[in-house]
């Protein structure tokens, strides 16, 4: 039988909460402040700790920075204030939900039904990553190159919580692919995902889309509609191109967010919203909220653990990966058995992709058809033949012992820095004094970048 730790110090609450608790199945002990709960968790470990933000002898989150807390134990935080930044860092450092006073009893239930398979979904998702990252797959992500295996570390860390995520990065990139990827990998995994790409739906009918509406709410609404909120209950809602919203309706989305329920449109009932949420977009967040495209703070409640999507032209070490692996697919739907010819290959690895993994996909499939049996140059868009292998479409820059770094035009001057300094580095083989006279700054401002690059 799981245990379960609630550390509150408000007696009528903890004494409430410990009857519920135990109606779950649940054995429980008790502790009004963070010396008592860590003496109870020396006693007996709990499978989950519900724990109180304001305690008397500190804050509730100060006891994650105990270690045997957070082993194989999952925090539940509650707080009597709908604070959207305590309930943020609570994510980040761990927390696998939270609760806001006074408790909703529906949704203590299905929290503490989920985070009893949290220790052995962690392990899963471990060993997924152990055995699939080596040969470049990981959910429904492909890539071998560093920046997918950063995207696959967060994706790890993020796909067992309850956090909201928030994908950015160009069209094409494969935003979709990593809200699936989270949901295949957490909680709600056996439920509903729905992808909805808010630019798609008319602004006139997004709100009877999100919340559904009741018959004769409005011309036209001739029975009862359930929205994608109602729809999605008990698993992830994906809402793509999340500035595309209208900002009246952010509004709404936000309360949703924050109180956990809804209304239909044309109804007076509330309804409860038991709905993971990630979001996307392929703006800078930051700018969208400077165009007032976004409200601020949603983008503060979607943000708690974000994600950027590298554009393909900075995981060219993908691209054959990819190529083959959309071949492979399209072979077996057309039962064919068609191959890349070497130059063909050379060509995708060559070409700036400014559509990126979409682009690429498109291309294969174009050049499946062209092909008799082999892909060869020939069979491959005026587009990628006529890109001439760097010089026009890429900068280069290169060091004075003649190594070449492709920087695409338009790269950010700070990434093309990093790029540069972390490329002499390696062929320094890793002599931060080398490195430091070949690039002609000096080793200190050297050290203070790799400071920063750590950071990022």
Known sequence: MPHTLIVDDDINSLSGLAELVKREGFTVSTAGSLKEAR??????RPEVVLLDIVLPDGNGMDLFQDFESRNNTEIVMITGHASLETSVEALRLGAADYLIKPINVKQLKAILSRVTRVPDLKAEINKLRGELRNIGRFGRLLGVSPAMQKIYDQVARVAPTAATVLITGESGTGKELVAQTVHELSRRKKQPFLAVNCSAISPQLIESEMFGHEQGSFTGATRRHKGYFERAHGGTLFLDEITEMPIELQGKLLRVLETGTFMRVGADEQLESDVRLIAATNRNPEQAVAEEKLREDLLYRLQVFPIHMPPLRERLQDIELLAKHFLEEMNEAESTAKTFAPEALERLRDYHWPGNVRELRNVVHRALIMADEIIDGDCLPNELLNAPAAHQSL????????????????TKIADAEKRLILATLEHCKNSKEKTAEMLGISLKTLYNRLREFEAQ
């Open 39 to 44: 003496q109870q968790m020396a006693m007996q």
């Open 395 to 410: 900068g280069i820059i290169k060091t004075s012992a003649g190594t070449s770094l492709s920087i695409s035009v338009g």
